[in-house]
C-alpha cells in the first residue's frame, strides 16, 4: 500500500476581479457558532489564473442584512418573504468575483473573495484579474 503524499506550496491569486462559476456547494458545521451551519461555496475561476479554486463561506440565514441573501438576489434574482430556495440552484452559475489577499495569524499569505456578482448584461471575456485591483486592495484592508 503506498502511503506517500506530495507537498505543493499554494500562492495566492493574485488581487483583482474574475469572472467564475459555482462548482459546488458544501454544508458544514459552522466553526464560530456551536450548533449552526454554514454553506461553502466553491468557485472556478474562468479568467485570469483560470481553472484555480477559491471557496467562500456563508452562514445558512436569509434575511435582509445575511451576506447569503446578497449571493442569492445577483445570481437569482429579487426573494419573495417566506420564499425557499433551493440552494443547488447556484450550482454552474457563472458570476463576478473580487479577489483580496489577507495575510492570516501565521504570517500566511491567502486569498480571499471579498464579494461576488452577476455578470449578466456585461461583457466579462477581457477580464484578467487586474480589472477591480484597486478595489480588491481597499476591501482587504
Known sequence: MDLTVEYRESRPVKPG???ARIRALEQKASAFREGERVLVVEFELLSGETG???????????????????????LLGPLRDGQVVDLKALIGKQC??????????????????????????????????????????????
Do not use: C
Not at 484555480?52 to 435582509?64: A, D, H, S, V, W
Not at 489577499?101 to 471575456?125: A, H, L
Open 17 to 19: 476581479s474574475y469572472r
Open 52 to 74: 484555480r479554486i477559491l471557496r467562500k463561506t456563508y452562514g445558512l440565514r436569509l434575511g435582509p442584512r445575511a451576506k447569503l441573501t446578497t449571493l442569492l438576489t445577483r
Open 96 to 141: 463576478q468575483v473580487v479577489v483580496a489577499t489577507e495575510t492570516g495569524s501565521e504570517g500566511r499569505i491567502f486569498s480571499k473573495i471579498v464579494d461576488v456578482f452577476s455578470i449578466e448584461g456585461g461583457s466579462n471575456d477581457t477580464d484578467n484579474g487586474a480589472g477591480v485591483h484597486g478595489m480588491a486592495q481597499v476591501a482587504s484592508g
